[in-house]
């Protein structure tokens, strides 16, 4: 067994997480909520590994995830949201639950418009959980659409 598979959390409760977005977390993992997720804090808070975490405590290996690693000059284009569909359309064929993880999401820059009506028009088939360390950078629209944690 690999190290990371032996000593990575396998559950909310093996990680320290302030109680209110702890119940959060566990409404995500039972499905009573099913927002997108933007979750904020400084360097080695378990961001990253929280966003990893919930979609396989929500469905077991029934997901796909797509992980983004933001950068300045990532582009959430039409050609980028095109081959996400089309991963969402497969996904729910194959009967999947779909997850764009994205690290560092205030990286993406302001003119996101298109990156918005496509997370509306596809609520409810894709998650979408970012990780940030300043939620304020993250454009107004975005974060509106997501619950921040």
């Known amino acids: 067994m690999a190290f990371n598979d032996k000593y990575d959390p396998q559950t909310l409760d093996d990680l320290v997480i302030e109680s209110n977005n702890k119940m959060v977390l566990e409404m995500m993992v039972k499905g009573l909520l099913s927002d ?3 979750l904020e804090g400084t360097n080695g808070t378990a961001k ?18 797509e992980h983004v690693k933001g950068h300045s000059g990532l582009v959430i284009d039409e050609n ?25 999401i205030d ?3 302001n003119n996101l418009s298109l990156f ?29 659409r997501a ?3």
């Open 48 to 65: 990253s590994t929280i966003a990893k975490l919930l979609p396989k405590l929500r469905h077991g290996q029934d997901y796909d995830i």
């Open 80 to 104: 980028l949201l095109d081959q996400w569909q089309n991963i969402q359309a497969w996904s729910r064929i194959a009967g999947r639950a779909q997850y764009i993880m994205i690290d560092e």
């Open 116 to 144: 918005w009506q496509w997370l509306d028009e596809w609520r409810g088939h894709v998650t979408l959980i970012g990780t940030t360390n300043k939620v304020m950078a993250i454009p107004r629209a975005l974060r509106s």
């Open 147 to 149: 619950k921040v944690l």
């Open 36 to 38: 997108h997720l933007i």
């Open 107 to 109: 990286t993406l820059g």
